[in-house]
């Protein structure tokens, strides 16, 4: 009812439950939507049939049919408007990627605030002819209860979210024998979270994926050694082609492409990109080339192995005049087995112009000294290692359990203050 009265152009608010939930004034359960549906359908006559045709006749391939608010993971959320185009050619694609048959049962446990949770868990096994178990939350839980109960075979997670669900105490005691494929992105991994996956499913799965290309797109194949798994995202598909370029211009187009190998900012074309920020065509501008290339804000470079993923953009570390991409010294720091999770950020340094910073939370009845952290840096270039180590108890993460790089923004300035205070960083 709030929402609606905020928002008098908002004519409904679905929520998609089961009949014996509560519902709030002014809420549309789903199921009903469906019942009269299906009403209507055995009701209707030639004249209702044609006149339905003429209203779904008016709705474009280019129209936008959703926005999904970026998850804000490098600064605030913007709204980005999918099309009937992108989110089917992203449907279309990852149904290929993961050898999607008919009978496979896809668990949704994502928000439904993110591309994860509605483009790609939700619509990708539907537009297959596949069914899919809905979960209000994501839950450790109950998301293995559903696997058990309704034979789950396809499931596809942020990382973080299966390390929730592998400390459950009674996590062995689950049947979950009818998963056939085990989806990880979002996040690095290392060989032991992947040995562990290997255990739970016998197919593994990962890419890139983003809210301004309706999800998932790269894939790897399904034959992957470990090595390999962790190394890379994949390939993509010639309907949606992958390029790594140069910045782009200052009129606007799309920077030139770089030669296999080198670094460079990870852009795509064609039918799975969004339609634009609704409201911000500056943001827009800084992310579409006037030449169609969506600057995605990532960097990395291609080889015969596929994409390998450096970092954000926005986040690229400068010390000493060298590029230091976070998830290379996270993915180190969590070699060291006491590690739970891990954040790397750049922060200001007097003499190194920016310094390294690494935040870190331990697993629990763990213990790690700043020094271990900093010892274990010595197999990295000097510049890379992290000048302060930061040991937290609660580790921020944003709505989809990704690392909330904004949240330890905000506090590096203090941490830095503190450790210049006692003689540290850069005093």
């Known amino acids: 009812a709030a929402v609606k009265k905020n928002n008098p152009w908002l004519e409904y608010v679905v929520q998609f439950s089961t009949p014996d939930d509560r519902y709030r004034k002014g809420i549309t359960p789903a199921y009903q939507l469906m019942q009269e549906a299906l009403r209507e359908y055995k009701e209707a006559t030639p004249e209702t049939k044609r006149s339905f045709s003429e209203e779904c ?20 959320p913007k709204p980005a408007m999918l099309t009937n185009k992108s989110i089917t050619c992203q449907n279309m694609c990852l149904a290929k990627g993961l050898h999607s048959e008919e009978d496979d049962i896809m668990l949704v446990n994502l928000p439904p605030s993110h591309v994860g949770g509605t483009t790609e868990q939700f619509m990708s096994p539907i537009f297959k002819g596949g069914s899919v178990v ?51 992105a979002g996040q690095p991994v290392d060989r032991p979270f992947i040995e562990r996956l290997t255990k739970m499913a016998p197919n593994l799965f990962t890419g890139l994926g983003l809210t301004e290309t309706s999800g998932f797109c790269s894939y790897t194949p399904t034959d992957l050694t470990l090595e390999e798994f962790t190394g890379t995202l994949g390939y993509d598909f010639p309907i949606y082609p992958m390029s790594i370029r140069k910045p782009m211009k200052e009129d606007g187009s799309a920077g030139e492409e770089m030669p296999k190998g080198e670094i460079g900012e990870i852009c795509y074309k064609g039918p799975q990109t969004f339609m634009g920020y609704f409201g911000n ?19 990395g470079y ?9 970092g954000r953009r926005k986040f690229l570390i400068k010390p000493k ?62 510049f890379k290692r ?36 006692e003689g540290g960083w850069d005093s």
Request: proline share 5%.
């Open 302 to 310: 291609v080889d015969d192995k596929g994409l390998h993923l450096e």
């Open 386 to 421: 992290p000048s302060l180590v930061v040991f937290v108890d609660e580790f921020p993460l944003n709505r989809v359990a990704k690392t909330d790089y904004v949240a330890l923004q905000s506090r590096v300035e203090k941490d830095v203050e503190k450790a210049r205070s």
């Open 57 to 76: 006749a008016k709705v474009g391939e280019e129209d936008p049919i959703l926005i999904i608010f970026t998850t804000g993971s490098t600064g605030y």
């Open 134 to 184: 809905v979960l209000h939350i994501f839950d450790p839980a109950k998301s293995l209860d559903a696997i058990q109960k309704y034979k789950i075979t396809v499931m596809g997670q942020i990382p973080a979210l299966f390390v929730m669900e592998w400390r459950l105490p009674n996590y062995e005691d689950y049947d979950l024998s009818s998963l056939k494929y085990a989806i990880a």
């Open 321 to 382: 005049g060298y590029q230091v991409f976070p998830p290379e010294v996270e993915t180190y720091i969590g070699e060291l087995p006491q590690v739970e999770f891990v954040g790397v950020i750049g922060a200001k340094h007097e003499v190194f112009t920016e310094g390294v910073v690494a935040y870190v939370k331990l697993k629990e009845g763990e213990t790690l000294t700043e020094k271990e952290v900093i010892d274990h840096c010595k197999g990295m270039a000097s």
């Open 281 to 299: 065509e500056d943001a827009t501008r800084k992310t579409l080339s006037t030449d169609s290339f969506l600057y995605t804000g990532d960097m």
